[in-house]
Every structure is written in structure tokens, then in C-alpha cells.
């Protein structure tokens, strides 16, 4: 059913098998039938590692959202509430617990926290007086969930915030202990590389946690070879900059959440004859986008530009294809040709999807002010004129552009001149409060606390230093045929994945003087690992990293790291693992301050 | 046509970035033209028996069976017909299904960390001692050698802090001593546990004097920002400035104290609320960016209420013609003064509500104003006031247009609000850069200049290829053949 995850090099349908398997255990504690109320945030993650049929293998009859007020009726024994240990859900919950009481026949409640039990939050229940209304209160560590083949996320929308805004370790913890779920199925991890100072703290919390388990040594032969934990922090530049990759610009125009795509439905309005009078859908087209998709699986990391000629070159396949009905004249050949037209149909069906989404995005890539904006990405990126106010961004601002894109190309400035000029500072400010509102002020409090948006300290721009022992702006980029990671942004490559590079290769000794000026510390730990479980690898053999993202990843570095991972000589692959899948959208957003 | 579009290429070319656009030489809109018709031609003979065979899938984009839609389907029997209602009756009743052999899968968490069974009497007795179920479901990783020997009810504060940790619910009271009651904390900490912290400090703040709560978080950093955090997350405002009081953090004092306003919904009481912010120890530039807020709220209130008497008294023309879609109270001050530009233009200096009065009462620079009133006063089309705009005298009396934020960036205001060519041509003709002027003349079609510009650039080619634009016969055409066949000009191609 999820075939698309064992693909890779390492198999994740052991992941997912395991956590279906607890979810199965937790089922069946609470005997006879169920009715299980949603936090709705919490239906597209598990959605991507269990479909309704398996609960209801387990007796979920009924499955509601979590709600206000009273429970919609359901004729059975259970009512679980799948939660994530919020506050204001266990307001809900207890309204939703104290009006059910008074109406007749008594059910069993229970409640399941995910990823967390959270002591706050039973206090809050305790408070209410609904806490001893719950038979079962457990936690399900939905910590670490499998997207494809090589992608794994928390899906925390919060953790960049927590980690370095609110300095709240939290889900530090869940990712440590994620990566304990990890170890435990693939094998002990030898060795482990981190920059950054939340990397520090899990992998400190790893060494913790492995020193208090004493449970049977673990014996499985080690998949992988490397940990590589990376801060954001230590790389606040990539995701502000638009993502180039068609998967990137999906979900920079879209937004990709658990996989799926919602579009306007117009494009893919079914043209059929005699359909006219029926009215065009006005509902969203829904999509799901992974690698289980053949055609999806070639073209997501590709630029965008070098999509148009593959869906050209797949349609005249298909057309060949379908022609080749014309040559079968014998049964044998009909039935042959038959046999294949299911296949045929899915791939023509994915053709038109992706031709449909590829011309909706062409819209938005072709326009004036895409141009203009990436004029000016490229500018700040290539280290021109980062220290002026930037004529594009005040016409943004001056035509009251949204304010989430002015915030990412003023941070993107700010972070490609290494601060920006208190003059400068001060007048983007000024210009983004008057425009947009003085309560806004909040925002950028918040902005200049995580570093994206500060003003230069000492007069001294490090970028350039950053930028030339990198490489991270490249003046030659292939789009068809890339022979570098810059491709992802037609030009600038991504630093986050550059430094994974250098330590694949040649190792980050050769880098110590832009390690010290990137944050935080860089460390290396060795977890030693017993002689019957020590790889000897064969010639030629890849290495298999983990790399794990602490406060997100786009779009566009995971396409990076998989270029690096099919390199023929490149001697890593990459298994990708991350808090949150995100964009700059979506990063500036969770920083942005709304009313309790 | 020919011009510009050469122009594009050169730019293009010599441009240092990379266009964003589809290789000419491999023209991908072409090709997705191209797939896109061979997608078309193929559904004419496959017909549309595909939708039963790939998987079934709700239009919205949900496959069906996925939590989502099942959702919607299993919640959604009381409002759907009797026909759907038994269809899901069928899909969901359970006697349906055999009950499936569980996968034999050996893959379980549970399994993985459940190394060794546990001595029974132990297992009850550390059951009898909690109140909640004692499996936990998470991968019981860090399970301390501790816990095997705790059989008392004596934890010290590092098994308490443990079984805490796996959710184990014990009490805390037994910690008496301030000394107890770090330890526990310190312990906690060095978890990293968010919970189990937060945890321990709800309990340090019932038991503990706000005075010495404060003072030994202080310095523990950790305990500290968890405190804040967990204070923000329950909404207890007080503690939380009392302690940024103590921590003497004033910035996020005044900041945490002025993020309050955001709930309050009355405009008269937001208005109360922002003047106690004004003062607060906010920067330098914030404290005039607070009082900025407080002075426009206050003005906004004065002005809603005149304008809203106005408006149901039905005599002023304005209001009449151009009823106000939204009440302007709190809204961003570009926006007030867009408002009062467009409403209360020509009002004396004042008026609360003048746009001069407010230019100088929060010293809008000069661009942010001529573009704001530019845009009011075009979408009225205004364009006597357009001009003023624009006109500026010097000491001798003579006029000159001037514009501080570049006549190519009027026009373009212009254009979006449909200005008459007429009025265009003026603006097009004042942009200084000749590039600039004929392709914004050429775009919105002021034939004059781009004739009179292309002849003052003797360049006969382009007004050759302009020609081809025009309508036949009109009069455009004309005046390009009586230049063309003027002996007159010199032309340089």
C-alpha cells in the first residue's frame, strides 16, 4: 500500500509498519466499538500511515472532528480523542465530555496524545474536572513520519518558533527521541556530525538516552553510516530564497501539505462530449504528490525548466503507445496490447495532471513581477547592492504587496549582507508599520530575535567570505542537465546542503574558518558499535547518511540531496529528515504574532 | 513589435541573472502545448472507463478510504439521503469484515524496547502506585536500572523526574525544602524533557514565593524560558510582566504588555489600552512607532464617527457616490491616509481628517504621500487634482512637473486606474530615460509618442514596424507616412 517507501536505499515501511502496529495496540485496549474525534490537524499525518480501513479493522465505526459544544451522536462503547497536547483542544475536549454526560447511556472516553502526553494539558483537564472521565490516557509517538522513500518529517509547525524564538527544547526532545525510534530499527548510528547549537542538544540528549536504556544491546546490523544534524539557524538564507525545483514552485504557489496539493480546479475540469451543460467544479483538485507516481518521480526535483521537455517527450511515448494498436492484429497482440492499458491510462492521467500543473505554474513564473522578484533574490544572493534600500522591495511595499513576501526579501537582505545598515534598518520599518500596521511591530521584534532580520553588528559583512569558500553563487548553472546542487535556485546553492557536501567531501576540516563564523559549534560523536555489527563496506559502496533538518527544510534542498545522492562518484545517499516541511511563506508565518 | 522584442532577447542575454523563462530554442510552452494535445487526442479514443480502473478517488482529491474523507463520510449520515445512508451503512458496518489476522509483522516498537519481562510482583506494585495505566505506549527507551529498585514511596528527585517522564503521574508534594524542590528542577532540566519541566515548575509556582521563584530561575536560563513560555501559553499576563520586571528585560516588557492590545476588540477601550504603552521601555524608534499607533487610533475614532454621521445623512456627494466599503478603524496609516486623500482631500490643514494634517502630524515622506494621493485621486479621476499633483512653481513663476517618485511609476498608477490616453501621453512624455518612455508608451498605446520619439530619434526602422500597429487609416498612420516622407529628418538607419 505504501510501496513508495521501500524504494530507497533504506526501507521506511519498517518505520511505518511499526507505528501502525502501535496504533493497533492502542485500539484494541479499549475494547468493543469506537468513535474517534479528530484534532483536524492530525488527519494528513496519519493519513500518510494509515487509511480508515485499518481502524476499522479495529471497531472505529464513527470519526469525527474535535468541535465545540456537544459530540454528534455515535452508537458506540468508545470515544477516543486523537489530540495534539494543546491547551485550547482540552477546552474542547471537556466541553465536549461535560454535555455528553448529561444525555443517557455511558461511554468510555479515552484520550491519545500525539506525539506527547502532556502533564500541562491533564492539568488543564484536572481543572475542568474531566480528568478522571478518561479510562486510557496514552501518548502515541507519532515522532518521526515517513513521506517517500528518503523523507522523513515531525510535521511540527511550531519547532523552529519553540527552538529559537521561544528557546523552548521540546521538540528538541521529540527528535532525539525520534532518532532512538530510528536507531532501534535501522541499527546504532557510528558516527554522528552536527552544526548548530540545537544540534548539540540532541545529539547530547541521544548520548543520554542510549546511556539509560539498558535494555538488550541492540543487534541489528547498522543501515546507516552518518547523522548529520543541522541547526536552521545555520542556514537562514536558503529557505527565503524561491524555490526553482517544479516541486519547490508547487509548493511556493500551492502549498504541499502532508503530500498533498490542493489546485484550482479549472485546469482539470473533465473535457468531455456532451458535458457542456454540466457547471465547471468549483471545489479545489486535490492531489497527492510522491514518488509513488512515476512520472512525478523524474520531474519533482528537476528546475522548472527543464520540465517542459520531459512532459513533452513522455506525451509522444504515450502517443506511440496507444498507436501501437493499430499494429496488433493477431489475439495474442490484442490481448497483449490490452493487458498494458491500464498502465497506459495511469501514465496518461499523470501526463495531464502534470501538464495541467505545469501550465498553471508557467502563469505565475512568466509574469513581470516573478522576474523582478528574482532579479532581486539574485542580486541580494550574488552580493549586489545588499547594503541600499532595494528599489524592488519599496515598490512591493508601496503597491502593498502581501506583507509575508516583503518580510522574506528584507530578511533575505538583511541575512545576505550580514545585518543591514541601521539606516536601512530603520527605514524598511518604518515603510513595512505605516504600509501594513504598527502592530507589526511584534513581527519584526520577533524576526530580529531569530536573526533573520538584524542590523549589522561591528560594520563587518561576513557573507562574501561564506559565499566565495562555499561556492554558494555559481555563475554557470545547467537547468537541464545540472552538473551542481545551484541548480535548485538557478544559481545559488543551498548552504545547508553545501556544508553536507564538504563533509561527504572532503571533510569540514577544510571549511573550519566559515564553521566559525556560521552559529553555533560544530562537533563530531562516535557511537562505538560491537565487532559482529562493524560494516565493511565493499568497493564502491555509498556510504547512507541521515541527515536531519532541526527547525525545517524546503522543497528545493531536499532535491539538492537527492542530485547529490544520484551522483554516479558522489559516494553518499541521503536519507532526509526534518521538524517541518516548509517554505519562507510558511516559516515567516509561523513567526509572525496573532492574537491569543 | 519586432523592436521590443529584440530589446527582450538583449536583455535577456546580457542581463547578469538568469530569465526565468522557457528556452527559445527548445520552446517549452510549446511543448506543453504540445503534450497537452496529445493528452486531448488520447481521451477521445480511451474514452473515460479509466476513472474505474485506476484508484478510486473523490473529486476533491481524496482517495477514497483515507482518514480524511472518511471523516466526512462516517460524521456526515445525519444530513444524507437514505440511499447514501445505506450505503454507508454497508461500508461501515463492522460484521462486514472479518476480523483480519493481524499482520505477523515483528516490526512493533514495543517489541523492540520491552527487552525483558518484569518481576510481576514488582509490575503491581509499581501499578498500584500510579494512577494511570502503566504502559506506556511510547518506545519506552531510557528505562533506568532506577525504577527496579524504587519499590518505596520514597523517589528521590531523579526517579521522580523519570517516572514523570514516561508519564507516570506522581505527586510532587513530598518535595518540601527549597533544596527538594531544585534538585527536581535541576533534574528535569538535565532531561530536556519540555513536559516533565514544565511539570516541576507549575509545581514550583504554586509552592513557591514569587520572589524566590523568580530569583532562582534567574539563573537557571533553561527553567527560565520554559517558565516564560509555559506563562505565554496559559495566558497569565501578570506573572509574566512581573517577572520581566524582575529580570529587568524591559524591551520585552513593553513589547509583551503592547502584544495585549491585539485582543482587545473595542475601539475606545484599544485606544486606553495603546496610551498606557506609551512610555513603556520600548527602543528608541519603537517608542515613536507606539505613539504613532495610539495618536492614529485616536484620530481614526474622531474621524469614523463624523464620517459614518456623514454618510447616513445622505448630503455629501462623496459618500454618496462612493458609499465606504469598510469602517477605517484600525486600519494601517497608508491606508487612513489613502482613505482621506480620496474622501477629505481638499479639507483645510485643520481638520483631523485633511491628508496634509496627517502627513505632517506622523511625517509621511514626501513619496509615500504623492503616491498614496496619486492613487486616491486617480481612482476618482480626478485628474485636475492628478496635475496639481505634479505642478510645482518656482520663484519665478514659471510651472514644472515634478514627481519624487519617477513619472514611469505615475503612469503606471494611472494606467491601473484606467486613465484616459489623453491624460497618459501627458505623464509618458515627462519620463526622462528614452528606453524607458517608448516601451511604456508603446505598451499602453500612446501612438504620439512613440511616433514623435522614434522621429527624435531619427530611427526609421522602429517607425516603420510601428506603422504596422496602427489601424489603417486612422490618423495615426497618416502622421507616421508625413513624417516618413519628410525630407526634413536625417535618419540614422
Redesign the interface.
Known sequence: MAAHLSYGRVNLNVLREAVRRELREFLDKCAGSKAIVWDEYLTGPFGLIAQYSLLKEHEVEKMFTLKGSRLPAADVKNIIFFVRPRLELMDIIAENVLSEDRRGPTRDFHILFVPRRSLLCEQRLKDLGVLGSFIHRDEYSLDLIPFDGDLLSMESEGAFKECYLESDQTSLYHAAKGLMTMQALYGTIPQIFGKGECARQVANMMIRMKREFTGSQNSIFPVFDNLLLLDRNVDLLTPLATQLTYEGLIDEIYGIQNSYVKLPPEKFAPKKQGDGGKELPTEAKKLQLNSAEELYAEIRDKNFNAVGSVLSKKAKVISAAFEERHNAKTVGEIKQFVSQLPHMQAARGSLANHTSIAELIKDVTTSEDFFDKLTAEQEFMSGVDTDKVNSYIEDCIAQKHPLIKVLRLVCLQSVCNSGLKQKVLDYYKREILQTYGYEHILTLYNLEKVGLLKPQTGGRNNYPTIRKTLRLWMDDVNEQNPTDISYVYSGYAPLSVRLAQLLSRPGWRSIEEVLRILPGPHFEERQPLPTGLQKKRQPGENRVTLIFFLGGVTFAEIAALRFLSQLEDGGTEYVIATTKLMNGASWIESLMEKPF | MNRTKVDEEEYWNS?????????DE?D??S??K??????????D??D???DD??ERVS?????V???????KE??GS?GSSQEGREQLKSR?S?ST?A??P??S?T????S??R??TRPGSFQSLSDALSD??AK????E?????GEYRDYSNDWSPSDTVRR?RK?K?CSLERFRSLQDKLQLLEEAVS??????I??VL?FLKRTLSKEILFRELEVRQ?AL??L???L????DQKLLLDLFRFLDRTEELA?SH??E???IQDPEKRKEFLKTCIGLPFSA??SA??Q??YT?LERQIIIEANDRHLESAGQTEIFRKHPRKASIL?????TTLFYSCFYHYTEAEGTFSSPVNLKKT?K?PDK?YV?TALAARAKLRAWHDVDALFTTKNWLGYTKKRAP?GFH?VVEILHKNSAPVQVLQEYVNLVEDVDTKLNLATKFKCHDVVIDTCRDLKDRQQLLAYRSKVDKGSAEEEKIDAILNSSQIRWKN
Open positions: 542581463s547578469k541573472f538568469k530569465a526565468f523563462t522557457f528556452d527548445d517549452e510552452l511543448q506543453l504540445e503534450s497537452k494535445r496529445a493528452v486531448n487526442s488520447l481521451r479514443f480511451v473515460d472507463e479509466d480502473d485506476l473529486w476533491s482529491g481524496e482517495p478510504g483515507s482518514i480524511s474523507w472518511s471523516i462516517t460524521a445525519s461501515n463492522f469484515y476480523q483480519l493481524k499482520p509483522s516490526y512493533s516498537l514495543s523492540f524496547f527487552g525483558r494511570v495505566p506506556s505506549y511510547a518506545p527507551l531510557g528505562r533506568p536500572k514523570l508519564g503521574v532531561m530536556h524533557d519540555g513536559n516533565v514544565t511539570a507549575i533553561v524560558r520554559h516564560i513560555h509555559f505565554k501559553e496559559i495566558g513589547l503592547y502584544r492590545h491585539l485582543n524608534e519603537d512607532h507606539i504613532d499607533h492614529l484600525n486600519m494601517p496609516l497608508v506622523f509621511i509615500q503616491l517618485i511609476r
